[in-house]
């Protein structure tokens, strides 16, 4: 499988600022997918980056507070903006090993811990 | 949409011991995947086992089994001699063409 990194492991910061969170994996991906985990929840998709085209989002989820950038095929970033404590979660990313299909499997970066005061 | 729910917050086992996590889903697709992550303190998300729903064989990875119910939507695992590294949340998810959906999560202790 994939080694997926995430930069940074963990912050802190104050509310009403903005965070931007890498993904960088270690092979060509198509699809790459940003997940949120509050304290304690599971996991729930924020939304699915493809290379070269806008981020499709979940519902509840909107680009003005979650701007995805997918460069190329190896690297996705997620600015998590203007935030309040209520987006204090560990964010993750994940891709799919090989091409994007009915089973792919999704493989999971380490997380980002954010902790907004 | 799909749902995906597991009904026991936690559970608990004794090491070398054999115990089982329910989930159940809900879904009116008929071609898609189901799988198990492992989540451990350190917060990495890992793949336990994988089953294809259109499969009727259970799939097997070591000492992790499935008991996959496709006319009930059940899909349960099973760890068998358990050891201290199983201590994890254990989450099910639903997939179809990358989309996952995950249940809440059970928290497995193994105790030694």
């Known amino acids: 499988s994939a080694v997926i990194s995430q930069k940074p492991s963990r912050d802190i910061c104050q509310r009403g600022t903005s965070l931007t969170i890498q993904c960088q994996v270690d092979s060509q991906v198509t699809m790459m997918f940003w997940y949120r985990q509050q304290p304690g929840q599971s996991l729930t998709l924020i939304a699915t980056a493809n290379q070269g085209s806008e981020a499709t989002y979940e519902s509840g989820f909107v680009i003005d507070k979650f701007p995805i950038s997918r460069p190329n095929l190896t690297f996705s970033t997620l600015t998590v903006s203007n935030m309040s404590p209520e987006d204090s979660s560990i964010y993750l990313c994940?891709?799919?090993?090989?091409?994007?299909?009915?089973?792919?499997?999704?493989?999971f970066g380490p997380g980002t811990r954010l902790l907004v005061l | 949409a799909q749902t995906v729910t597991q009904s026991q917050p936690e559970m608990s086992v004794q090491e070398a011991e054999t115990v089982t996590l329910s989930c159940t889903y809900d879904?009116?697709?008929?071609?898609?995947?189901l799988f198990w992550y492992k989540q451990p303190p350190s917060r990495q998300m890992i793949l336990v086992i994988r089953q294809e729903a259109y499969k009727q064989q259970n799939a097997t990875e070591n000492r992790f089994s499935v008991n996959f119910q496709k006319a009930a939507k059940s899909f349960s695992l099973k760890i068998s001699d358990s050891q201290l590294g199983d201590t994890a949340m254990y989450f099910c998810a639903f997939g179809s063409y990358g989309k996952l959906t995950f249940g809440q999560g059970t928290i497995l202790t193994v105790h030694p």
């Open positions: 879904t009116s697709e008929s071609n898609y995947y």
């Open positions: 994940s891709v799919e090993d090989g091409a994007h299909r009915l089973g792919a499997t999704q493989y």
